[in-house]
């Protein structure tokens, strides 16, 4: 299957989406941290600020095939991302987003509502998300680009 991406960058895709995203170098502008299975990256497509996504690296489907290591990986992650939103004071709340069934590559969106966002619910945030991603990836793109780099430098400073 080959589907284009908003940057207009053809891509093969084999087997699963997924996989091929965080095994190529597609999500490469948008790391955030990575251990050895796990990787939290910002989706640059879907652009709003903060917002991240953890994915194992292999394929899975559903969190109880993950090994201890991965599951402790995940956690360890997710903790980290978690502490660096919750330490924003402009952060109101966070929800999460678990992509979990066969065929597909488990994944988790963690949101962050801003407090001065037009946005104050994380289901509208993500239904006008997928809807006009085109639109809200020109209005957001510099503003997450520049919230990537805060983020990253709390990140860094939690893993030790
Ligand atoms: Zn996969």
Redesign the pocket.
């Known amino acids: 299957m080959k589907i284009t991406t908003i940057f207009n960058q053809e891509l093969e895709i084999k087997?699963?989406i997924?996989?091929h995203l965080v095994n190529t170098d597609f999500f490469k502008d948008g790391l955030i941290s990575q251990t050895n299975t796990m990787q939290l990256s910002l989706d640059l497509e879907l652009s709003y600020p903060g917002m991240m996504i953890l994915s194992p690296k292999r394929?899975v489907e559903y969190f109880d095939q993950l090994t201890t290591d991965e599951a402790n990986e995940w956690n360890k992650l997710l903790a980290i991302a978690t502490k660096a939103l919750r330490q924003d004071s402009d952060c109101i709340r966070i929800s999460y987003f678990f992509r979990s069934f066969t065929g597909y590559?488990m994944h988790l969106a963690i949101m962050p509502i801003w407090k001065d966002s037009v946005y104050q619910d994380s289901q509208t945030i993500l239904s006008d998300l997928i809807k006009d991603c085109k639109k809200l990836r020109k209005e957001n793109i510099q503003k997450v680009i520049l919230y990537k780099d805060k983020l990253q430098t709390k990140i860094n400073s939690y893993i030790v």
């Open positions: 087997d699963c997924g996989c394929h590559h």
